[in-house]
Structures are given as C-alpha cells and as structure tokens.
C-alpha cells in the first residue's frame, strides 16, 4: 500500500472566483496545502453555467445556486482534485444547468460524483488517477429535490442526484395520539390521511408518517433500497481502487442533544449507523457536509468520519440573479432587484447571518501511511465575514475562507475538540491546528 494525503473541505457555494485572493497572507497558506495534497476534496454545493436551464421551481425554498464557467477553473487552478456533486443545489437550474455542470467539470479535468443522466450515473463513483493510486468517490444526498430515477426498457431515467431517503416517522405515545388524531379530523384531511392501519397516520403527505406507540419521538427511516444501493456503489469502487472514499450531504440534525449541545451539532443515530455501513464495505473515510456548521470526528474501526466539515466557501448573496419564485416567496415582485431581494432575507433575524458558527470552520489534512491512518491535522479556518458591520459594507469579500489565527484559531479547535469528545475522540490545539490523538 502506497502512503497518501488526503485534504478536504466541506460546503462551498460558491459564486465568483476566490483565486484572485491567493496572494494573501491569511488565503495563500491554505490553497498551498490544497495544492500539496496528493488528493483535495470539496462539495460542490453549486450549479456551474450560464444559465441554461430553468429554475426548477417546486420544492425550493431558498437562494438558487448559480457560478459562472469559469469557476469551475478557479477550483481546479486552486488545486482541488475531486468534489461531490450530491446536494440540494445540484439541480436548481433543471437538466439545462445538471448537464452544464458535469460538462464544464469534465472540461476542467475535475472528477465528480453524485449526480447523472439517471440514477445509475448519479450513484456511479468518481475515479482519480494519481501518482498515489487510484482514488474513487461515491457521493449521495439525504435531501428529497432533484432525486434521480433508474433507466428501463421502455423509459429514460430522470436527471438528478444519487439519494439516500430518510423518511421521517413520528411515535406518539397516547395522550399526543388523541391529540393529533383530534386536529387531523379538524383539518378535514380525513378522508385523504386515515389508511386501514389504525395505529398510522399519514400527513401532511404520503411519505411522512405518525404511529401511536409508548413515546414521542422522531426517528428517521432509511430507505433500503438507498442504502443497499450506495453501499454496493462503496464496495464495487473498493474494488477497483486504491483509495476508496464516501461523500454524504445531510441536513437532518440529531435530537435530544445533550445538555451543552444543540441539536444542530449532531447527525441522527441513523446518519451515524449509516456511516459506520460505509466504513464496513470498504471506505477509507466518510467525509460529511450539509448543515453548513462543523460537527464531531469520529474514528471508527481506524477510519475517519466527519461527520461535518462546514462552510469552506459560503457566497450566498453575490449569485446576480434569482427566479422570480424566489422573490414571490419573499412578498416581491418581479420589478424589484437581487439586491433588494438579499437585503430583505438578511434583515434580522436571519440565521446565517446572526450566528458565528456558520462562518467558523476547518481544512482537513489526513495522512494514511502504509495504507493506515497515521495521523489528521485541522486547520481552522473563518470566512471573512463580521458581523459587527452590514453585510453591505463586505459583500464582496464575505464567505472567503481564511486561515484562523490567535484566540479565534484556538477557539475554532476547542469547538470542534467539544463535538468530537461525543464519540470519544480528543482533539489537541497546537501551534495553531488541531491534532486528532490516534
């Protein structure tokens, strides 16, 4: 087995080219060591192209995603090697902008996963070719939009991303069954919600489910068919690779988080169990995104998990231009600006801009020697952004990453060493990175 440095990162929407600000004290340290690992890794939480697409409408809620082509050279001139493509961004712009994406990584020579003409080219790995051995990526999406669908004989499959369901399924213990069994009859969505079973309850839609049972909770359900397909997808790409590896873009947070976290900060059992699948078949690393902030780092049977990486680049109010679903979502009409569109989703309160964990954040190095794990650095990393002033005054330059330092850089680690102490892994602050103790 040959030794190998794997570096990644986490969430990048991304809107303009960073690579201009590569000659910076607090920027150049970083893209060096992108540049210097054998393999760099980010989720491309973007649509790349000149908006040949249509928005796709139903089912968004929020900013649509849009970089212009030459992005797509930015990443790879920065020194990015491989990125999933797995996210609820994916396909913002429809067809048009899904296969505009792949063509313009294709044409950069950026390797990608998680998305595809049908579901078989969605959950297909990724294969990079290095000096270090041949690295594959399969990477999948809890989210439910732009879900991708099998070929048949006598039907094309459907554009989209290589999912892993969790539907969600709520116990009610008695007292809360009554109660709820009460509205749903008020609401009149009887006739529509009531199925044969007398203990279930669908609503408000097909998919979501309540159970009377001894307690209330949430529990999220995976689909088998996900994720017998994704771990087939791991095992087969194990085998013809060196180095194999698993993306998952999640949303879904834990619940009942211990006293001093919240639930923001953690994954459900089920994302946990699932990662642990992964590691069984083969992977050499899970490496998770999705919920825009960092969570803990797991180290299971010698193989690491993140099961958040955060914001590597969070440009969400530079995109030029949003459908006009997105301004009638926000009470605007078609003759008002973006920029008055953005100003509007960023008056107070606005989560992404009132909380600092959305712009603090970290740059994994991980090194394997031998085919093992020898050790993982964290950088931390800040993203340009303070929220002590308007975000029309630093527009242009927020969401860049850069290098932490100080108290700030300690603080970072603490923060991410707090999350880890969940599944037992301690993480040390020293000169201005974080050591995992392996």
């Known amino acids: 087995m040959k030794d190998l440095r794997l570096l990644c990162v986490g969430d990048a929407f991304i809107a303009r080219r960073i690579g201009v600000y590569g000659g910076e004290a607090d920027v150049a340290p970083l893209f060096k060591r992108i540049r210097n690992a054998d393999v760099s890794f980010i989720n491309l939480e973007i649509a790349i192209h000149s908006y040949e697409g249509y928005p796709i409408g139903e089912g968004k809620y929020d900013a649509y995603g849009q970089a212009d082509p030459v992005v797509a050279d930015d990443l790879k001139e920065i020194g990015f090697d491989i990125c999933s493509c797995a996210n609820n961004h994916a396909m913002d ?57 099998h070929q048949r004989k006598n039907l094309p499959g459907r554009p989209g991303i290589n999912p892993l369901h969790l539907d969600t399924v709520y116990h009610l213990k008695p007292q809360h069954w009554d109660q709820f069994k009460e509205i749903v009859g008020a609401l009149d ?14 609503f408000p839609d097909r998919e979501t489910k309540f159970l009377k049972g001894e307690e209330t909770r949430r529990e999220y359900v995976p689909r088998k068919v996900d ?132 712009w603090e954040s970290f740059i994994a190095e991980v090194d394997y020697e031998e085919g093992k794990l020898s050790e993982i650095r964290l950088i931390p990393i800040i993203l340009d952004y303070d929220q002590k002033k308007p975000l029309s005054e630093q527009r242009t330059t927020a969401g860049v990453p850069r290098l932490a330092r100080g108290k700030q850089a300690k603080k970072i680690i603490e923060d991410l060493a707090h999350l880890s102490s969940l599944y037992g892994t301690e993480v040390n602050y020293r000169e201005g990175a974080g050591i995992l103790a392996l």
Not at 110 to 133: C, M, Q, V, W
Request: aromatic letters at 10%; a negative charge.
């Open 93 to 149: 712009y429809s067809e048009g902008g899904l296969r505009t994406t792949i063509s313009n990584l294709d044409r950069v020579g950026l390797a990608h996963s998680g998305s595809g003409i049908n579901l078989a080219e969605a959950r297909e790995p990724a294969f990079l070719d290095t000096p270090k051995g041949v690295i594959s990526l399969v990477s999948a999406c809890t989210w439910d939009l732009g879900v991708a669908s």
């Open 189 to 202: 969505h009887a006739a529509d919600i009531f199925v044969a079973e007398p203990k279930l309850i669908r």
């Open 227 to 358: 994720v017998e397909g994704n771990l087939r997808a791991v095992s087969d790409a194990r085998s013809l690779s060196d180095w194999s590896f698993f993306s998952l873009h999640d949303h879904c947070m834990g619940v009942h988080a211990a006293k001093g976290y919240r639930n923001l900060d953690l994954p459900p059992d089920e994302v946990r169990d699932f990662a642990h699948k992964v590691i069984d078949v083969g992977a050499d690393a899970y490496l998770g995104h999705g919920p825009h902030v960092m969570r803990g780092i797991e180290i299971y049977k010698g193989k690491p998990i993140f099961y958040s990486l955060g914001n590597f680049v969070f440009q969400s109010t530079l995109i030029r231009r949003q459908p006009s679903d997105l301004f009638d979502l926000w009470g605007l009409t078609g003759e008002r600006s973006t920029v008055e569109l953005y100003e509007k989703r960023e008056a107070p309160p606005a989560v992404f801009f009132d909380d600092p964990s959305y």
